[in-house]
């Protein structure tokens, strides 16, 4: 069982090229998540889906898109790379939606660190 | 928009001293999970809390949920060098989940 497999692990950009960020989970979760982390700064959310065809914006949507064509996969995709998003990005994947009472544990990919030059 | 501090972000301790970590939340919370960093890695799920006053605990590790569901803490007991990381608490208010900034915790052995 892979649980949330991200690709690439490292990449260096330069400012205004564009790229995607891979993200792939074999649970069955319904829910996926981008997230940045910058120092001093925690996990803030960029986008989320509720499910395959569903997508919505984060905290700091600008700069990034993403879609979910299907329930395994969430790409992230940077239009125009700024050193700006220098960041570690983590995706996470979770059987509950945001919701009441308790919830099921947000899953992890093992990040990828983007340097933009 | 929703916030959810936490405090203190850093915090340098001797090993075997005891460590805290809080979480606020500015709106009533359905529930508050926590998750652990180690340094270079990804966060790993600890504890979830939904209910009101709740206090569950892991070994050495205390989690604690506040009476109006605003705010939580996790509390360790005598530190070793493998409690190393950060902390992070997950605040779900219903609607969405909202990551605190996290609190990174030093072991000086």
């Known amino acids: 069982n892979a649980g949330v497999t991200q690709t690439p692990k490292f990449q260096v950009l330069k400012t205004g090229q564009s790229m995607t960020l891979q993200c792939a989970q074999d649970?069955?979760?319904?829910?996926m998540s981008w997230y940045r982390q910058d120092p001093g700064m925690g996990l803030r959310l960029i986008h989320y889906?509720?499910?395959?065809?569903?997508?919505d914006q984060g905290e700091v949507p600008n700069g990034y898109n993403v879609s979910r064509s299907t329930t395994e996969d969430f790409p992230l995709r940077l239009l125009s790379a700024a050193p700006s998003q220098t960041s570690v990005y983590f995706c996470?994947?979770?059987?509950?939606?945001?919701?009441?009472?308790?919830?099921?544990?947000?899953?992890f990919g093992d990040g990828t660190r983007l340097s933009i030059l | 928009g929703q916030q959810v501090m936490q405090i203190p972000q850093y915090q340098h301790v001797q090993e075997g001293e005891d460590f805290t970590t809080y979480c606020n939340s500015s709106t009533t919370l359905s529930n508050i999970q926590w998750y652990k960093q180690r340094p270079g890695g990804h966060p790993v799920f600890l504890i979830q809390l939904v209910k009101s006053g709740e206090v569950k605990k892991q070994k050495r590790l205390t989690f604690q949920f506040g009476e109006a569901k605003k705010n939580s803490s996790l509390h360790i007991t005598a530190t070793q060098t493998t409690d190393v990381g950060t902390y992070f608490c997950?605040?779900?208010?219903?609607?969405?989940?909202?990551f605190g900034t996290g609190t990174s915790l030093t072991v000086i052995p």
């Open positions: 649970m069955n979760h319904e829910y």
């Open positions: 996470a994947s979770s059987f509950s939606l945001p919701g009441q009472g308790a919830q099921q544990p947000q899953h």
């Open positions: 889906s509720v499910g395959a065809g569903i997508t």
């Open positions: 997950l605040a779900n208010t219903g609607n969405q989940f909202y």
